[in-house]
C-alpha cells in the first residue's frame, strides 16, 4: 500500500517543531556585557533593554542584579510616569547606579497648557494693543477707547505670566534618568534603596 504524498507532507509537518509549538530561536545574538544595576528611583518602575523592534524587561525596581547587555542596547524606564528619553548604561562600568526622578503627567499637562493658553493671550493682545496704538497715533477713526487698551496690556501680562510659570513647569515634570558608576556600593550588593 502507498501512503499519498500529501499525508506524508502533512505527517511531517505535525512531527516540526513549529506544529508542536516549541519556541522559535530568537534572532538576537547573545548579550556579550554584563553589569550589576542599582536603580534609585522615587515611584515604582521596570527598567526595559531595546534591541532594534525587540525588548524585554530585565528589571524591576527595586533592582540589584547583574544585567547582560550588548554595549550598543539602549535602555528605558517604564511606569506610571512620562517616559524618559533612551539612554545606554555600557560606558558606566561593571557596577551601574540609576538615579530615576518621576516626572507627573499633570504637571507635564498643565505646564503645556499654561504655556499654549499663556503665549496665545500674550501675542494676540500685544498684536491688538500695538495695532490700537498705531491706529490712534495715526489718527484713523475715532480712536480707540483707553479701556480696551488697558485690557489687552492685562490680558498680554496675564499671558507673559503664565507662560512663565508654565515653561519651568513643563521642563521640571518630565522624567529624567541619570547614569553613573557605582563603585561606593562594592560591599553591598544586597541593599535596596527605593523612595515612595
Known amino acids: 500500500m502507498r501512503l499519498h504524498p500529501l499525508l506524508l507532507g502533512l505527517a511531517f509537518l505535525l512531527g516540526s517543531p513549529y506544529a508542536r509549538g516549541d519556541d522559535a530561536p530568537d534572532p538576537r545574538p547573545t548579550p556579550t556585557a554584563e ?32 544585567i547582560r547587555f550588548d554595549p550598543a ?28 526622578d ?39 477713526g475715532d480712536g480707540v477707547e483707553d479701556g480696551i487698551k488697558y485690557g489687552c496690556l492685562g490680558a498680554a501680562i496675564g499671558g507673559g505670566v503664565a507662560m512663565a510659570v508654565g515653561i519651568p513647569l513643563f521642563v521640571l515634570s518630565n522624567t529624567t534618568v541619570e547614569v553613573r558608576p557605582d563603585p561606593v ?4 550588593s544586597g541593599m535596596v534603596t527605593v523612595r515612595f
Do not use: K, Q
Open 35 to 66: 553589569a550589576f544595576v542599582h536603580i534609585e528611583s522615587d515611584a515604582p518602575l521596570s527598567l526595559r533593554r531595546n534591541v532594534g523592534r525587540f525588548g524585554d524587561v530585565v528589571c524591576t525596581a527595586p533592582c540589584d542584579r547583574i
Open 73 to 100: 542596547d539602549r535602555f528605558s524606564v517604564e511606569g506610571t510616569f512620562p517616559s524618559a528619553p533612551l539612554f545606554s548604561i555600557g560606558a558606566a562600568g561593571p557596577r551601574v547606579r540609576l538615579r530615576v
Open 102 to 140: 518621576t516626572g507627573s503627567h499633570a504637571g507635564l499637562y498643565t505646564g503645556g497648557v499654561l504655556t499654549v493658553l499663556g503665549g496665545g493671550a500674550a501675542v494676540m493682545s500685544g498684536v491688538i494693543f500695538v495695532l490700537a496704538a498705531v491706529g490712534d497715533a495715526l489718527g484713523s
Open 185 to 188: 556600593r562594592g560591599a553591598a
